[in-house]
């Protein structure tokens, strides 16, 4: 019977935290890198270690709480060998009313000499500001550019606020 009690509490917590997702998604654009620095590891021909910093917009902006994003900045690092790089770096979104959420993201890209470039990973955040304190979630993204002067960026996944604690009553 008390192996039944847990159980069905186990479930219901899980229902909960299933139902308190929510999913996400939007289209970024960023332009030229606002700074980079590459240097070269020495090991191997093509070896470089690259770090970059962006300001991005959000032609179709994710929502979440009811508040539109309005931008984010990327910082990323890429260890590149040839055309091909790991990645992994930080952004933050700013929200229309100024709240921030902090995201960490990892994955892969290939870049072409003629600047055509692409890449894909996962992301998941890692807290914010004001309503966003405490957020949590993840998803995977897909970027891509013709040009080095212009990368679009796709985004999915969920998220998911605490709950607010209950206001305590006045007397």
């Not at 600047?115 to 970027?143: D, I, N, P, R």
Request: net charge positive; with cysteine.
């Amino acid at each position: 019977m008390r192996n039944t009690l847990i159980l069905t509490m186990a479930i219901a917590a899980w229902a909960g935290v299933a139902q308190a997702q929510t999913k996400i998604s939007g289209a970024g654009k960023c332009g030229k890198p606002e700074s980079q620095q590459a240097v070269e590891v020495g090991d191997r021909p093509g070896h470089m270690l690259v770090v970059m910093k962006y300001s991005c917009t959000w032609p179709t902006a994710i929502e979440m709480a009811g508040e539109k994003a309005k931008s984010y900045t990327a910082a990323i690092t890429a260890d590149v060998t040839g055309e091909k790089s790991q990645d992994r770096g930080y952004v933050v979104v700013t929200m229309e009313n100024g709240d921030k959420a902090f995201v960490r993201i990892q994955g892969s890209g290939m870049a072409k000499g003629n600047g055509a470039h692409s890449g894909e990973g996962t992301w998941s955040y890692a807290g914010g500001t004001g309503k966003f304190k405490g957020l949590k979630g993840k998803g995977t993204y897909k970027s891509s550019g013709a040009t080095a002067d212009t990368t679009d960026d796709q985004i999915e996944g969920e998220y998911m606020l605490p709950e607010a604690a209950p206001k305590a009553k006045k007397d």
